[in-house]
């Protein structure tokens, strides 16, 4: 086949999705359904609650309601055309949406990111520095940092974006997945993409390997500190909140390394959609979970909002 720049010849692209058997389409769009309502609940519920308790307006808590903000988004930009598709013949995407999911997912990624070192190293300041916590982390600090995480993950997605839609392929623009991804489009290339591969190699190294070294060194501090505080009580609820966070550190940031950081030799489509599934899908479900069951404050504020308003 010849050569094809894709940026100027395709117009649409066609994802071959979670599975081609109807019945099969037919359960996935039921699950699929229900953890899409899942995810908006969960996470609407912890912003309406973060907005509407005063307990709940410390800096942990407006990070939190960021991270719901961020889950929903980034669920929203590829769920909903993941259940069209479930229900469509012909999967097929045009060439300006998948450009725009691209970018969208990937800056919402981004953001996620950076967003979870920052929440490690709230933890730290309050649990190791408990006395200059509120001049360190005020809430306008909180709010600039949230405002420089969104504007940073989707400049930055730009020329990541702009570098995957402009690679040769082969002439097919059939798409083994369910979503419009970097390493996805990328494998429908032909050509040599060694400057390319080391360019995304080193932005995710950046994106990805930085703050998981901080939320390293940052929960070894943690632990440290907990260990030398004299009552039991004060560990059991420090380690329970730092805890809660290092259940989704790990799901989150495993899945996208094993999704963005591994050679496109060793792809396998089935198994980067199951990669892909779990932090799409199961990442946004288990975070309102992980907080709300383990969280007083939280516990807390939904009882007296129950009490409030049923």
Same mark, same amino acid.
């Given at each position: 086949?010849?050569?094809?720049?894709?940026?100027?010849?395709?117009? @649409?692209? +066609?994802?071959?999705?979670?599975?081609?058997?109807? #019945?099969?389409?037919?359960?996935? =769009?039921? =699950?699929?359904?229900?953890?899409?309502?899942?995810?908006?609940?969960?996470?609407?519920?912890? +912003?309406?609650?973060?907005?509407?308790?005063?307990?709940?307006?410390?800096?942990?808590?407006?990070?939190?309601?960021?991270?719901?903000?961020?889950?929903?988004?980034?669920?929203?930009?590829?769920?909903?055309?993941?259940?069209?598709?479930?229900? /469509? &013949?012909?999967?097929? *995407?045009?060439?300006?949406?998948?450009?725009?999911?691209?970018?969208? /997912?990937?800056?919402?990624?981004?953001? @996620?990111?950076?967003?979870?070192?920052?929440?490690?190293?709230?933890?730290? +300041?309050?649990?190791?520095?408990?006395?200059?916590?509120? /001049?360190?982390? /005020?809430?306008?600090?909180?709010?600039?940092?949230?405002?420089?995480?969104?504007?940073?993950? !989707?400049?930055?997605?730009?020329?990541?974006?702009?570098?995957?839609?402009?690679?040769?392929?082969?002439?097919?623009?059939?798409?083994?997945?369910? &979503?419009?991804?970097?390493? @996805?489009?990328?494998?429908?290339?032909?050509?040599?993409? !060694?400057?390319?591969?080391?360019?995304? !190699?080193?932005?995710?190294?950046?994106?990805?390997?930085?703050?998981?070294?901080?939320?390293?060194?940052?929960?070894?501090?943690?632990?440290?500190? *907990?260990?030398?505080?004299?009552?039991?009580?004060?560990?059991? #609820?420090? !380690?329970?909140?730092?805890?809660?966070?290092?259940?989704?550190?790990?799901?989150?940031?495993?899945?996208? *390394?094993?999704?963005?950081?591994?050679?496109?030799? %060793?792809?396998?489509?089935?198994?980067?959609?199951?990669?892909?599934?779990?932090? %799409?899908?199961?990442?946004?479900?288990?975070?309102?979970?992980?907080?709300?069951?383990?969280?007083?404050? +939280?516990?807390?504020?939904?009882?007296?909002?129950?009490?409030?308003? =049923?």
């Amino acid at each position: 086949m010849g050569h094809v720049q894709i940026g100027k010849t395709v117009t @649409e692209f +066609i994802l071959l999705g979670l599975s081609d058997h109807p #019945k099969t389409q037919c359960i996935l =769009f039921v =699950f699929l359904l229900i953890a899409y309502v899942m995810i908006l609940f969960g996470n609407f519920s912890i +912003i309406f609650l973060c907005l509407t308790d005063n307990n709940l307006k410390t800096p942990m808590y407006v990070f939190l309601s960021s991270l719901s903000l961020l889950d929903i988004c980034f669920a929203t930009s590829t769920v909903p055309r993941m259940l069209k598709d479930l229900l /469509s &013949v012909k999967k097929t *995407i045009s060439f300006e949406e998948c450009a725009v999911q691209m970018f969208v /997912s990937l800056s919402l990624g981004v953001c @996620e990111c950076i967003l979870l070192a920052v929440m490690a190293y709230d933890r730290y +300041i309050a649990i190791c520095n408990p006395l200059r916590y509120t /001049s360190i982390i /005020s809430r306008s600090v909180c709010i600039r940092i949230i405002l420089g995480n969104w504007i940073f993950g !989707f400049v930055q997605s730009i020329p990541v974006v702009l570098f995957t839609l402009n690679v040769d392929v082969c002439g097919h623009n059939t798409i083994n997945h369910f &979503v419009c991804e970097v390493p @996805e489009v990328l494998s429908l290339a032909c050509a040599n993409l !060694f400057i390319i591969e080391c360019f995304l !190699f080193f932005a995710g190294s950046f994106i990805l390997m930085i703050p998981v070294a901080f939320i390293v060194i940052s929960y070894i501090k943690i632990i440290i500190t *907990i260990l030398n505080i004299a009552s039991s009580a004060g560990r059991q #609820k420090a !380690f329970s909140t730092c805890g809660s966070h290092m259940m989704v550190v790990t799901l989150f940031y495993g899945t996208i *390394i094993a999704a963005y950081m591994k050679p496109r030799s %060793i792809s396998s489509p089935e198994t980067d959609k199951i990669i892909a599934v779990f932090y %799409i899908i199961v990442t946004p479900i288990l975070n309102p979970l992980i907080y709300t069951l383990r969280n007083k404050d +939280i516990k807390v504020a939904i009882f007296k909002c129950k009490s409030q308003y =049923f």
